[in-house]
């Protein structure tokens, strides 16, 4: 992408291989799940504290950044998602005065404090929405999206993504309000400017407490079809990719731009469900003032078919992803890398092989494919010490609005049999992120003294933060050996990504390059040895970092062990 031109160019400016060197593009960025990170006041619940507590931990992978999922008001109906006082912390995590102790703690080891705003949806138990459900005429009416209904039902055939319809009737005013997920969490109006404003005032209310920024969730909802007509035809199947295309969706960031990110200089990350990579561009692209990266599903739904059923997947359906990527997104533009959160699977049971003889292994070939293909990394908790899905046996041990609610919409409707059912959710729960982190092998995985708010995984015995760290084969050391080269490198950051082999069924081959810097990335996905010659665009320099010790002198012919992860420097110009 760099030409002679943009070298100099880099020069005179801070750039580096055409990119505008930025701390965010730089960093590595870990995600707390506040409710399952660390008690520490005994009552089986996670808490700001408790975070504090192990900011050692974070801090020693070398991570630049924090993001905690939502820490607000909350009846809980989502875990946080549905905020009910965006300016209060919620009470089982602690007050505002411990929210101040983690900016000082986080800012005392250098580390970034991101936090999540919710602005698509609020509670219904928010005082909004608490004024507008009231009357017709309450100035909080059109703070929400009422309807008429239709035909004696809801006003359109649009979805909620936890189950049932989007839309539910409301008695006293005797209308239909729009809530795209959960009935407890209405979507706010965004057409409506003073909504905006009270977004952009909880904005500054965070910023001016030092957050360095948010991740936005769902932020590409917050324009509405203006129609309120059916689905599309297209995307009757894949209705987030109607929800993300509103025609307002730009003029709203960028007014969020203006009044806000920009001024305070604060990083915004839009979790951009139903954004394909070519969409993309005009959220991030940085000449035109929205956002600054999105979190891309892309990766994460490979394996998802209609109503994201889980269907198999291929090694080359994920490469093809971060190709796709590089494509779409040019250099004013920036990305996150994201393989796994709190809505999703475990890194290693999803995309590795969280079999006993090969999680640790496998988890360090993740590992190394988060932290070296382009992009803003983000690690989940857990994931860094190899943490699994857990061995969900009944629905009843399920706490997920959403598992609940697919669980009522098809079980008990009758249209999928519950052990199909568990069978898929044993695999896709969002549950599964979501038991406590395992910190020790003492009870409760050292997570709490108090039984616990969620089943703790019965393996943390033996997966755990202590054993994990301590181990000569450790998933926690492997990512700071990679953190660590990614700070010096910075052709690992900003260097074009080239797949060498977007074919090849277990290996996944591919260059970072810049100018004439680069790196070369070997990764086994796979329980195989594989042998392997190397493409003629590629020759391997020093051998950098890796999971094993590869045999000396290999030259241009590797045999690689099962999921073993290599990163060499590539030698010269590009054959
Ligand atoms: O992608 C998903 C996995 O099945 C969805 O569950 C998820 O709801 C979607 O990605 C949107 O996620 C965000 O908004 C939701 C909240 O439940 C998620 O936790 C949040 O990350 C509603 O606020």
Redesign the pocket.
Known sequence: MADDATDAADAAADCYHGHRRRWWKEAVVYHIWPRSFMDADGDGIGDIRGIIQRLDHVAALGVDALWI?PHYDSPNV?????VRDYRAVMAEFGAIADFDALVAAAKARGLRLVV?L?A??SSAEHAWFVESRRSKDDPYRDYYIWHPGRDGGPPNDWRS??GGSAWSWDDATAEYYLH???PE?PDLNWENPAVRREIYEIMRFWLDKGVDGFRM??IPFISKDPSFADYPPEHRAQP?YHHAAGPRLHAFLQEMHREVLGPYGAVSIG?A?GVTPEQARLLVDERRGELDMLIH?DA??VD?GEG?RWRPWTLPDLKAVFTRLEAALDHHCWRTVCLS????PRLVSHFGDDAPAWRVRSAQVLATMLLTVKGTPLVYQGDEIGMTNYPFGDIAEFE???ALGAWRVSVEAGDVPPEEFLAHMRR???DNARTPVQWDDGPNGGFTTAPPWFVVNPNAAEVNARTDRAAPASVFRHYAAVIALRKQALALIYGDFTDLDPAHPRLFVYSRRAGDDGYLIVLNLSRDEVDYELPETARPGAFVLGNLTPPAAEGTHLTLAPWEARIYRLAGEPG
């Not at 989502?78 to 549905?82: E, F, I, K, S, V």
């Not at 959160?341 to 999703?344: I, K, L, R, V």
Request: aromatic share 16%; charged share 30%.
């Open positions: 999922s989502d875990n946080g998602y549905d999540d919710v698509n949806h993504f936890f795209l997920f959960a969490q969730d769902v987030h979790e469900l599903f994460l739904l998802r994201w959160n709190h809505d999703m997920d609005v959403e896709t729960s969002r």
